[in-house]
């Protein structure tokens, strides 16, 4: 069975770009829910063919008791659509048992949001010093502020990304390589 995990990772990483810490998490979901498998059946080499949809439901209320975040079992049940879905794109299983299993619901928070007051504070931290750490420190907190970049995207950048001349950042952005051209605030030019 972890044989076909395995390829199903490689299909993820090589076929679709997923990032590392994607893979690495479908890989830990998929290996706790295959050691649910084994010790709900009693069997270490139950196939994926004889998985229903009643044992996964059991597996989700499990989790649920366990007082998973929902959140992280939403991510585990992604997990286990998707590589039914490719063990049935495969023609490993005939019949997909989640094709007609719901996604748990997501609580989705507000994000909280920064004062005035704090902002400033935020941006005046690397402040006082010339020390090359403080100037980077004082350059990336105005390019994350001034450009709404995640830091994944600012952390991913190169010198030509960037073009002062212009007041622009050439953003790359996940698995698909969208490219996108932000203006850059005059004070984040400066601290660059």
């Not at 004062?115 to 931290?125: F, G, T």
């Not at 190169?158 to 953003?171: F, G, K, M, P, Y």
Request: zero cysteines; glycine letters at 4%; proline letters at 4%.
């Amino acid at each position: 069975m972890q044989d076909k995990v395995e390829s199903f990772l490689d299909f993820l990483r090589v076929e679709k770009g997923y990032s590392n810490n994607t893979i690495a998490a479908y890989s830990n979901d998929l290996a706790q829910f295959l050691e649910h498998l084994q010790e709900e059946t009693g069997n270490p080499r139950v196939q994926w063919s004889d998985i229903s949809k009643s044992m996964i439901i059991d597996y989700i209320l499990e989790l649920k008791e366990k007082e998973y975040a929902s959140s992280t079992v939403a991510r585990k049940v992604a997990a286990i659509k998707s590589f039914f879905h490719y063990l049935t794109s495969e023609e490993i299983v005939e019949d997909d048992p989640t094709a007609t299993l719901d996604s748990p619901k997501v609580k989705k928070r507000l994000p909280v949001t920064l004062s005035y007051d704090e902002v400033n504070r935020l941006l005046a931290q690397p402040a006082g010093s010339d020390a090359p750490k403080s100037l980077r420190d004082k350059s990336l907190l105005e390019l994350l502020y001034a450009t709404g970049m995640r830091v994944t995207e600012i952390v991913s950048l190169n010198l030509e990304d960037i073009n002062l001349a212009s007041a622009t950042v050439r953003v790359t952005r996940g698995k698909g390589g969208k490219e996108r051209i932000i203006p850059i605030h005059n004070h984040a030019v400066e601290a660059l």
